[in-house]
C-alpha cells in the first residue's frame, strides 16, 4: 500500500511540473507585455480593501521608479 501511495504521489508531482513552467512562462510573457504597456490596471478591488491604495504604489514605485 506504501508502495501504492508513493507512486500516486510521485506522480503527481511529476505532472504538475509541466504546468508549473508554463505559468512561469505565461507570468514572464505577461509582465514583458505589461512592461512594454507602461502601465498595469488592477480592475475590481476598492482602494480601501487590504490597504490596495498603497499597495499599488508601492508596485508601481518599484516598477516605473
Not at 13 to 22: G, N
Request: aromatic letters at 8%; a negative charge; proline letters at 5%.
Amino acid at each position: 500500500m506504501k508502495a501504492f501511495i508513493a507512486s500516486v504521489v510521485a506522480s503527481a508531482v511529476v505532472l504538475t511540473l509541466p504546468v508549473a513552467q508554463a505559468a512561469d512562462n505565461d507570468l514572464a510573457a505577461l509582465e514583458k507585455a505589461a512592461r512594454s504597456e507602461g502601465q498595469v490596471n488592477s480592475v475590481g478591488m476598492p482602494d480601501s480593501w487590504a490597504n490596495w491604495k498603497d499597495t499599488w504604489n508601492d508596485i508601481s514605485s518599484k516598477i516605473w521608479p
